[in-house]
């Protein structure tokens, strides 16, 4: 247990190094000079000041060493636009964001095991043909463009919530809705087929001979055994639902990560950039590591491939 | 489970319903992607005395005109065109990628190439792939290949993990041990055995992942870092629109109802072909 | 007679009761628009308390379907289209589903063909074992524990407290069956339905299993249904005999008789084919020519009748009813045989 906890830990660390460095020499190498951006009516000489000021003009592999160095210290460094600290502007902008992820995950896992449910045992009928087809549908929508309605309806026409920027928690709905359709609709599918495949095992039926209720067998046998892949393709939606508040946030100028992230690159703002990269390459790596822990941990005979039991 | 004759019967055919309506969607969508220039009512010149005709006003201009008077029609046509061909050109490439690697990956398995490639695949879906296009897209040019090459980036390890671990399944099976004892050479392997087990599971991959890099090529476009204008795709149709949805929004409305139908469509046949193709959903219990 | 030895007398409970009675019993499947699967077709039989009943036929006649019936646990597209189940004299087809609970595990329980994937592989052993036990019986964990412990004891299983915690891919097939066994005896039920213990499990622990299922028989004194292919299983371990073909009875009879008067063709011919270590010089194998038939479009007549070598005029026509050929020896033919095995060198099959 411990030793394939440490083992995931390395790769992650590893893999969280390696999306550093890459993405801190493909920054470097962007076209456009932060310099030239942040004070266009400069002389040369002062935006080669400004360079110098900045530590850009060292060789990228010294500039990556010092950059290194720093973060291990707790210094992700200033950004070049809002004059204040990286660590500063995350800290505003991560609990935004978070508060999207978690609602929408919450609201979504709980709607898609009710509606995964229904359709999965009464698989075939009408009613689950609808809601399969309606899953189909959302799930085809782009993120964007649902968002983009949500602001025409409730926001344009109806005036109801707060369609721009961040202003209490009212701002906070549309987003999470938008994000939650998508996502509803690809864990029901996922929860249906899921149950389907564990109604169709032996050892259903085999309770049921032993006189183990609908419900009983619903509970103990057929949603336990969807688990893993229902957590499984959570961790898979998590890596999907960071890209697509990126798009929330952008289409209702929510100043959360994904936004904050959008502008900075756009800025060539590299501080940012690069410590928003990292955070969710830590993200990343932490959920999967959770999510192969969790399935080891949930799966018997994966624990006993490991040599746990 | 509740599963009376009147519902089977609705089951199998609305499978197959599906499946054609799928057909049906997307064979449209192909024949207006190829066709576009021939059956585009208009050409793409702009007309100021004709801005933001509202649609089903007037039969020369039954999609309504944007906002310097270009024919909508006329422009989604060609949106759909240029569509088709990225969404398309890159899943084949992200799957020519993800195979070559998967192969490679699954059969040098217990070993430092394997763990070098999927911790590869791991860094690539790591990124978030809206902030991996901005980056890349604003290091190249953002033409029409450029924008295919980042969406198959965003792809191919998809690919990759899939066709390891089908040739991690199959290559301690008896069947490829008997082809090996028979004298097949590792290429005969690879694409004999390992390849053709493969298809039925990628087979429904591809219009699905087709119908998420539509919608990808439309978001990247839509917020302004894929195809630029004079270029015409439906993300950047709807980027214009963008400016009008308090006014117009019938506008934004359009470009959005083609793109779900045809993302749709993708949907429906992959879906049908993966309950066609997969055995565990088609077997029949008898006692 | 040179099959396996056979314990002679078995607990000898109040003799010839009638326990469980199929009458008419018909399953059915839908498949496709119209077309109806009739995969158990009117099937007789009677299971006497304290004896164990075999019930033989190849894959696909409709055994493991008339097991799942009793216990109403068919799922769809399968329904149970007519016919009764007496158990202790009460038509169990007709009571509700929530009373019928109470008779599942309890009274009537069944072990499954393969403990691979009849034991849920995400829960313990104990988990399991003390379900039946829980969903039965209001008292408490600890009691369902030792009871459980108990039973394994029953099948062979010393070390039931350290078995419970653990999850059933650490042990072998041969292993699950038998925890499988102690599972459906938990609560001593009547009735006991075995379908095919033994058909995915190698040949030694076949026989292991055997044994173990003789000697839960032996000290419980249990009326037992086991459902087979395997001539030899039901010889050596049934008293009576229940021969199925395309979801029909053909033959049904006390052991001895049917072993060595058999009176149906198939029979006959499923006899025939069993191989014998001891004859195996002397003598070849018969396997009956053809194949069975198509379950949805059975012909009007005796559904054998195209394999069989007796056949004539009425057999393609009309389907033979279940009459006495002597005592309780029951055959549905119209020309039924007249064989004594153990003389009939000619056939060789004894």
Redesign the interface.
Known sequence: MLGSVLKRLVQGLLVTFCVVFISFVILRSIPGDPAKVMAPNATPEQQQAIRDGMGLSEPVLTQFRMYVGKMLGGDLGESYFKSDSVLNILGQSIPLSAILVVFSLLVSVVLSLILGTIAGTHSGTLLDRLISSIAVLFQSMPNYWVSTMLVILFGVRAGIFPTMGYSGAMSCVLPVVALVLPLTAVLTKVIRSSLIESYS???V?????????RV?AYF??AL??SLIPVCISIGSQLGFLIGSIVVVEYVFNFPGLGYTALNAILRRDYNLVQAIIILFSVFFVVVNIIIDLGTTR????LR?AEGE? | ?????LT??VGKISANILLTAGIIIVAGCLAIAIAAPLLAPHDLSPNPALRLLKPFREASFPLGTDAIGRDILTRLMYGIRTSVLIAFSSVVLAALIGTVVGVLSGFSNPGLFDTILMRLTDVQMGFPFVVLAMIALTLFNPDKTSIAIVLSLSLWPVYARMVRSSVMLQKDSDYIAAARLMGAGRWRIYTRYVGRNLLPAMLPLFPLDIAGMVINESLLSYMSIGIKPPEISIGNIMADARGYIASDSWYILLPGVLLVIMVLGLNFIGDSLQTLLDPSLRQ???? | MSVAPVPISRAAAAADEVILRTDELR?Y???G?AGV?R??EGVNFSLRRGKVLGIIGES?S???????SI?R?I????YIAGGRVLFKGEDILQIPEKRM??????EI??I???PT???????TIGGQLT??YN??TPSGSEKARDEAVRVLKLVGINNGGEIMK?????FSAGFRQRI?IA??MILYPDVLIADEPTTSLGITIQAEIIEALSEVQRQTGISIIIITHDFGVAAQFSDDIFVMYAGRCVEFSPKRDLLTRPAHPYTIGLIRSVPLLEERKTRRLKSIPGFPPD?SALPPGCPFAERCEFVGEPCREEMPELRAVSGAHLCACHYPQQYNVSEDTELGVF
């Not at chain 1, 949930?298 to 005979?301: C, E, G, S």
């Not at chain 3, 409709?62 to 799942?68: D, E, H, L, P, W």
């Not at chain 3, 994937?117 to 829960?123: D, E, I, K, R, W």
Request: aromatic share 10%; hydrophobic share 30%.
């Open positions: 095992q032996e050892f039926r085999a309770a049921y001979a032993r006189g183990v209720s009983g103990r046998y336990r055994n949930l799966d018997p005979r006993k039991i | 489970m509740g599963q009376n004759p089977r019967l029949k219990r008898r006692g | 399953t499947f839908k498949a628009r699967v995969a158990v696909g409709g055994k493991s379907v008339t097991a799942r216990l646990i799922e769809p597209p399968g609970r109470t008779i599942r595990g309890n329980s069944m499954f063909q393969d994937t009849s034991l849920n592989p995400y829960m379900e039946a969903s039965h653990k999850y059933p891919c650490q499988f599972m459906s379950m």
